[in-house]
C-alpha cells in the first residue's frame, strides 16, 4: 500500500500541477502517468482487490437465523408466581422436559369449573337416560324427552370446553383424569418443553409474577439453520433456487442450498433477500452470527469483485477504479453491482480489465480524476 508522508504545505498542488502538465490536453486519458513521489505528495493509497474466488461464484455478508418452524415459545399458560426454572440459555433440553414452574390460583378455579361441569355432565347424563326410558313406555311426553338430551348434550359440551381449558393450562390428559377420579386440585403449573433443542432465550426470573401468555422461554432445533444473504438486486437475477451456498473462512464446512429468493427490493441499497439453508456443518454456525456465503452463479458469469466503496468514481452514468501500473495509473470501467456497508461489489465492463493482485487507489482519488480530465492544463 502507499501511504502518504508528511511534506511540506503546497507539495500536494505542485504535484498535480505536474500531473496536469504529464497528460496531454484535450479528452481525458485512460492512463495517467505517477510517479512515487507524486503519489506520495498527493496522498494516494492503494488496496488490493479482493479475489472473487472462482469465476462463477460471489461471496456477499449473510447472518445465520434458525428456520420459523424449528422455534417454539414457551408460554405462562395462567398468571401466577414462578417458583423455579429448569434450564438457562445455551442448554439442550428434552421434550417433556421441565423448564419452569409457576404458582396460579387460577388453576384452582379452572380445575374448580371442570369438577363442576364434570358432576353437572354426569346429572344430566342420567336424566336423559332416564327419561329416555319414561318416553319409551309413554309415560312423559316426548317434548320433555328432548328436553332432557338437549340438556345432556349441552352439558357433554361444556365439559368438554373445560377439559381443554385445563389442558391449556398445561394439565397432561392423566392429570385431568386423575382429577375426575377424586384426586385434590393442584394450584402448580409444570411447564414442559414442546420439542428437543436448544435454549434460545428466557425472559423469566424465579420469584417474578408472569401474566397469562407471558413469554418465558425460546427453544429452538439448531439443524438445519438458514443464511439470510443480501444480494446485490443484478446479481439476484442470475440466482436461481436449488444453486449451491456455503460459508468462507472457518466455518467452510457449512453447505447447502439456496431455497428462497425474494421478490422485494430494498429500497435502501437495492438488494434482494436471498435464503439457504444450511443442511451440512450446521453445527458449526450459530443464530445471529455474521458470516461470508458463497453462492454459485450461472456458468458463464462475469467475477464480481469486492473493492472498499472509497475506490469507486461515478461519472457521467458511468463507474471508474484506478487501477496502479508501473509509473501510473489506468481509469477503468466497472459495473457497480452494489454495496454492503463500505465495501462495493463491482464486475469489470471489459474483459480482464480487473485481474487477482491488481492494486486499486482508495485515497486520492479526487486528484487522479483531475489529472485523467486534465483539470489545471494550459
Same mark, same amino acid.
Given at each position: 500500500?502507499?501511504?502518504?508522508?508528511?511534506?511540506?504545505?503546497?507539495?500536494?498542488?505542485? !504535484? *498535480?500541477?505536474?500531473?496536469?502538465?504529464?497528460?496531454?490536453?484535450?479528452?481525458?486519458?485512460?492512463?495517467?502517468?505517477?510517479?512515487?513521489?507524486?503519489?506520495?505528495?498527493? /496522498?494516494?493509497?492503494?488496496?488490493?482487490?479482493? @479475489?472473487?474466488?472462482?469465476?462463477?461464484?460471489?461471496?456477499?455478508?449473510?447472518?445465520?437465523?434458525?428456520?420459523?418452524?424449528?422455534?417454539?415459545?414457551?408460554?405462562?399458560?395462567?398468571?401466577?408466581?414462578?417458583?423455579?426454572?429448569?434450564?438457562?440459555?445455551?442448554?439442550?433440553?428434552?421434550? #417433556?422436559?421441565?423448564?419452569?414452574?409457576?404458582?396460579?390460583?387460577?388453576?384452582?378455579?379452572?380445575?374448580?369449573?371442570?369438577?363442576?361441569? !364434570?358432576? &353437572?355432565? &354426569?346429572?344430566?347424563?342420567?336424566?336423559?337416560?332416564?327419561?329416555?326410558?319414561?318416553?319409551?313406555?309413554?309415560?312423559?311426553?316426548?317434548?320433555?324427552?328432548?328436553?332432557?338430551?338437549?340438556?345432556?348434550?349441552?352439558?357433554?359440551?361444556? =365439559?368438554?370446553?373445560?377439559?381443554?381449558?385445563?389442558?391449556?393450562? $398445561?394439565?397432561?390428559?392423566?392429570?385431568?383424569?386423575?382429577?375426575?377420579?377424586?384426586?385434590?386440585?393442584?394450584?402448580?403449573?409444570?411447564?414442559?418443553?414442546?420439542?428437543? /433443542?436448544?435454549?434460545?432465550? &428466557?425472559?423469566?426470573?424465579?420469584?417474578?409474577?408472569?401474566?397469562?401468555?407471558?413469554?418465558?422461554?425460546?427453544?429452538?432445533?439448531?439443524?438445519?439453520?438458514?443464511?439470510?444473504?443480501?444480494?446485490?438486486?443484478? =446479481? @439476484?437475477? #442470475?440466482?436461481?433456487?436449488?444453486?449451491?451456498?456455503?460459508?468462507?473462512?472457518?466455518?467452510?464446512?457449512?453447505? #447447502?442450498?439456496?431455497?428462497?429468493? /425474494?421478490?422485494?427490493?430494498?429500497?435502501?441499497?437495492?438488494?434482494?433477500?436471498?435464503?439457504?439453508?444450511?443442511?451440512?456443518?450446521? !453445527?458449526?454456525?450459530?443464530?445471529?452470527?455474521?458470516?461470508?456465503?458463497?453462492?454459485? *452463479?450461472?456458468? $458463464?458469469?462475469?467475477?464480481?469483485?469486492?473493492?472498499?466503496? @472509497?475506490?469507486? *468514481?461515478?461519472?457521467?452514468?458511468?463507474?471508474?477504479?484506478?487501477? &496502479?501500473?508501473?509509473?501510473?495509473?489506468?481509469?477503468?470501467?466497472?459495473?457497480?453491482? #452494489?454495496?454492503?456497508?463500505?465495501?462495493?461489489?463491482?464486475?469489470?465492463?471489459?474483459?480482464?480489465?480487473?485481474?487477482?493482485?491488481?492494486?486499486?487507489?482508495?485515497?486520492?482519488?479526487?486528484?487522479?480524476?483531475?489529472?485523467?480530465?486534465?483539470?489545471?492544463?494550459?
Amino acid at each position: 500500500m502507499i501511504r502518504p508522508s508528511r511534506r511540506q504545505p503546497g507539495a500536494a498542488l505542485f !504535484a *498535480l500541477a505536474l500531473l496536469a502538465q504529464a497528460c496531454p490536453a484535450g479528452a481525458a486519458q485512460p492512463r495517467i502517468a505517477v510517479s512515487a513521489a507524486q503519489a506520495q505528495a498527493l /496522498g494516494i493509497e492503494t488496496v488490493a482487490v479482493a @479475489a472473487p474466488g472462482q469465476a462463477a461464484a460471489v461471496t456477499l455478508p449473510a447472518q445465520v437465523a434458525v428456520p420459523n418452524n424449528q422455534v417454539q415459545a414457551v408460554a405462562a399458560p395462567l398468571p401466577g408466581l414462578v417458583q423455579s426454572l429448569g434450564a438457562a440459555p445455551g442448554e439442550h433440553v428434552r421434550k #417433556g422436559q421441565v423448564l419452569a414452574r409457576i404458582a396460579s390460583p387460577m388453576l384452582l378455579e379452572v380445575q374448580r369449573e371442570y369438577l363442576n361441569a !364434570a358432576s &353437572q355432565a &354426569q346429572l344430566t347424563a342420567l336424566n336423559a337416560k332416564r327419561d329416555e326410558q319414561l318416553w319409551q313406555e309413554g309415560i312423559i311426553a316426548e317434548s320433555r324427552h328432548q328436553a332432557s338430551r338437549n340438556a345432556a348434550a349441552q352439558a357433554s359440551i361444556a =365439559l368438554a370446553e373445560r377439559r381443554q381449558a385445563l389442558r391449556l393450562a $398445561g394439565l397432561p390428559d392423566k392429570a385431568i383424569a386423575d382429577l375426575g377420579a377424586g384426586r385434590a386440585m393442584n394450584g402448580v403449573i409444570d411447564i414442559a418443553s414442546p420439542i428437543d /433443542g436448544v435454549v434460545l432465550e &428466557q425472559t423469566a426470573t424465579v420469584g417474578s409474577r408472569t401474566e397469562q401468555s407471558a413469554l418465558l422461554y425460546k427453544v429452538a432445533r439448531l439443524d438445519p439453520l438458514w443464511l439470510e444473504i443480501q444480494v446485490p438486486v443484478k =446479481l @439476484a437475477a #442470475g440466482l436461481r433456487e436449488g444453486a449451491r451456498a456455503r460459508v468462507a473462512g472457518a466455518d467452510a464446512a457449512s453447505s #447447502g442450498r439456496i431455497i428462497a429468493i /425474494g421478490r422485494q427490493v430494498n429500497a435502501d441499497n437495492q438488494t434482494v433477500s436471498v435464503r439457504a439453508v444450511m443442511s451440512e456443518g450446521a !453445527a458449526l454456525l450459530r443464530p445471529g452470527q455474521f458470516v461470508e456465503a458463497v453462492l454459485d *452463479l450461472p456458468a $458463464g458469469a462475469a467475477p464480481a469483485w469486492r473493492i472498499p466503496a @472509497a475506490g469507486l *468514481l461515478r461519472m457521467q452514468d458511468r463507474n471508474y477504479v484506478f487501477v &496502479q501500473r508501473t509509473g501510473s495509473f489506468d481509469a477503468v470501467e466497472v459495473q457497480l453491482a #452494489g454495496t454492503a456497508g463500505e465495501q462495493a461489489l463491482v464486475t469489470a465492463a471489459h474483459a480482464s480489465a480487473l485481474k487477482e493482485g491488481d492494486r486499486i487507489a482508495v485515497k486520492g482519488v479526487a486528484a487522479l480524476k483531475a489529472a485523467w480530465m486534465g483539470i489545471g492544463r494550459q
